[in-house]
């Protein structure tokens, strides 16, 4: 949403793609919901050509240039309180959609931080279904997300406790997660989450140095440290 900024939006993650993904592996851009991209004569402007057939949570249909619009619109508002708005506002013209298919983005200026700023690198410009938002409007604490098109879709949350999904009941278009629910929990304390690891209860969380020896030996127990990018 338009108030948040990473590390916020990290619980947006499992549920939205972007028109640029990262190849974590490679440190490159890949397409995602955009297959490819050019810059257009003007040299201020890029035209995306969108993958066909990618659909909506919830029975919210296919993912076509209109919904390129909502997230950009929103980003720039005056009361928008995400890191990226002040960029956004100083770079972004307008969004042309060119039918279903293709959107070109006109921007004020040339800049090298715009396709940074518009993928999953950046992680700011989570595209969700415009049909879900003119219906329901902007999600608040009391509201699920709005439609996304990633792996896993919204089940539900507790303010301060867990944000939980699950796996999309259709074939993804890109990617099949392995696991078919999963839940972020909120977990303040080291020594509680150390307690949840141990008993099967969580099985990846961050530990404190002085924890990671307990949590390894003699428990054949994995531990996964999480960086922030």
């Known amino acids: 949403g338009r108030?948040?900024?990473a590390p916020d939006n990290w619980q947006l993650k499992p549920i939205y793609e972007y028109l640029i993904g990262m190849d974590a592996t490679a440190g490159k851009f890949v397409p995602e919901l955009a297959t490819d991209w050019t810059l257009q004569p003007d040299g201020t402007s890029f035209l995306f050509n969108l993958r066909k057939g990618v659909q909506f949570h919830n029975g919210y249909g296919e993912f076509t240039s209109k919904d390129t619009i909502p997230t950009s619109q929103e980003i720039v508002k005056q009361d928008s309180l995400a890191g990226s708005s002040p960029f956004w506002r100083l770079v972004l013209d307008r969004i042309e959609p060119k039918g279903d298919y293709e959107v070109i983005y006109h921007l004020k200026r040339p800049d090298g931080n715009f396709f940074n700023s518009i993928s999953e690198q950046r992680g700011i410009m989570e595209i969700f279904s415009k049909?879900?938002?003119d219906k329901n409007g902007l999600p608040t604490a009391g509201k699920p997300p709005l439609a996304g098109t990633g792996p896993y879709?919204?089940?539900e949350r507790a303010t301060g406790?867990?944000?939980?999904y699950q796996?999309?009941?259709?074939?993804?278009?890109?990617i099949t997660p392995d696991f078919p629910e999963f839940e972020w929990r909120y977990m303040n304390e080291a020594s509680s989450r150390m307690a949840a690891l141990l008993t099967g209860e969580a099985h990846a969380t961050a530990l404190p140095r002085d924890l990671k020896g307990q949590a390894v030996t003699p428990h054949p127990t994995i531990v996964v440290n999480f960086r922030s990018y």
């Open 3 to 5: 108030h948040q900024s």
């Open 131 to 133: 049909a879900d938002f």
């Open 153 to 155: 879709q919204f089940v």
């Open 161 to 164: 406790q867990f944000v939980r």
């Open 167 to 174: 796996r999309v009941p259709y074939q993804h278009w890109r």
